[in-house]
């Protein structure tokens, strides 16, 4: 079984540029999340998707980052402007939600960002 | 407040000793997952261990185990037989089922085995 798929392994660019990272999560999976990471921290969500559906986008900063999942399978995460702030590792993650309290994330290699 | 708290920034331990690693949690949801990742150099996050709020028993997965002391909000990993593959970062993390059920994952703690 394929993992979480994510492209660009790597990207680097100059502040007010734009840039989109793309996620495809293991097959069946009806929750996808977003996650940024900056170095040496842990991953902090930007936004969780129940299928198609965002259904907490509270950490998102919504002026400049952007995000769908159209036909809730593969989703893609946007930034425009980017600022130098932004520079992070972008992980995606997709679990198989059930209605038993597990379950867990499984993760992508993520997309290291440099903003310079 | 900070709902997940690990209060070792980095840990050492010889090879084949073994290793706790402390996480303190922070909830006033009765029901919750308790999960511990490992991060190596490489990047990817990898789950190790789940503890439910309402297991009875501490949750072990091979040579992982987790301490699970829910008076004390604590869910405390400990590692047996340390390896040098062992060398990582390990982040901590929650999922309150009624408050949003999204993951909140700790600062990490980042483990050195030594030879």
């Known amino acids: 079984e394929a993992g979480v798929v994510q492209s660009p392994r790597y990207k680097i660019i100059e502040k007010k540029q734009p840039v989109a990272f793309w996620c495809n999560p293991i097959?069946?999976?009806?929750?996808l999340y977003w996650y940024r990471q900056n170095l040496g921290q842990g991953p902090e969500l930007l936004i969780r998707?129940?299928?198609?559906?965002?259904?907490?986008d509270s950490q998102l900063p919504k002026d400049r980052f952007s995000a769908e999942r159209l036909k809730g399978v593969d989703s893609t995460l946007k930034i425009q402007p980017a600022e130098l702030g932004d520079s992070a590792v972008y992980l995606c993650?997709?679990?198989?939600?059930?209605?038993?309290?597990?379950?867990?994330?499984?993760f992508g290699p993520g997309t290291r960002l440099t903003v310079t | 407040a900070q709902k997940i708290t690990q209060t070792q920034p980095g840990m050492f331990v010889q090879e084949k000793e073994a290793v706790t690693l402390d996480c303190t949690y922070d909830?006033?949801?009765?029901?919750?997952?308790l999960f511990w990742y490992k991060q190596p150099s490489s990047g990817e996050m990898i789950f190790l261990i789940y503890q439910g709020s309402y297991d009875q028993q501490n949750a072990t997965e091979g040579r992982y185990s987790l301490n699970f002391q829910k008076a004390r909000k604590s869910a405390n990993l400990v590692i047996s037989a340390s390896q040098l593959g062992d060398s990582a970062m390990y982040f901590c993390a929650m999922r309150e089922d009624n408050y949003g059920q999204n993951f909140v994952f700790g600062p990490g703690t980042r483990l050195s085995v030594l030879p």
């Open positions: 993650a997709s679990s198989l939600r059930t209605d038993r309290p597990f379950y867990e994330q499984y």
């Open positions: 998707y129940e299928n198609e559906e965002a259904v907490d």
């Open positions: 097959s069946g999976h009806n929750t």
């Open positions: 909830t006033s949801d009765p029901s919750y997952g």
